[in-house]
Nanobody, 121 residues
C-alpha cells in the first residue's frame, strides 16, 4: 500500500502561481495530478514517469509536472492561474514500471486526499 500526501494548495488571484507537492510513502515511478472542479467530474491534469510527461490541453504552457523519484515526490508548478483552475487537486500513483503517458484515472491505483486550489478573478 502506498500513501500519498498532497500539500501546497491555497487561494490566489488570477495570474498568480502555486506549487503543489505530493509525498509518496513508497517507491513509485508513475505519478500524476488530477483535479475535480466544483460540480464536475475529476479530470486529468498532468502525468509523469519513465521520462514521459503528459498534460491536458487546458494547462499546457502554464503547468509543469516534475518528479524526484529518489525522494518519492511529485510536484505541480502552476503559473498564470485562471479561475477555471479552481478545483480539488489529487495526487495519484501506480507501481507499474512502464508509465506510457496519458491522463486516464484508471491507470492509477493510489490516490491522495486532495488539496484545494481557489483562483479568484
Amino acid at each position: 500500500q502506498v500513501q500519498l500526501v498532497e500539500s501546497g494548495g491555497g487561494s490566489v488571484q488570477a495570474g498568480g502561481s502555486l506549487r503543489l507537492s505530493c509525498a509518496a510513502s513508497g517507491y513509485i515511478i508513475c505519478m500524476g495530478w488530477f483535479r475535480q472542479p466544483p460540480g464536475k467530474e475529476r479530470e486529468g491534469v498532468a502525468t509523469i514517469g519513465g521520462g514521459t510527461t503528459d498534460y491536458d490541453d487546458s494547462v499546457k504552457g502554464r503547468f509543469t509536472i516534475s518528479q524526484d523519484v529518489a525522494e518519492k515526490m511529485v510536484y505541480l508548478q502552476m503559473n498564470s492561474l485562471k479561475p477555471e483552475d479552481t478545483a480539488v487537486y489529487y495526487c495519484a500513483a501506480d507501481r507499474r514500471l512502464w508509465c506510457g503517458g496519458g491522463l486516464s484515472q484508471a491507470d492509477f491505483t493510489y490516490w491522495g486526499q486532495g488539496t484545494q486550489v481557489n483562483v479568484s478573478s
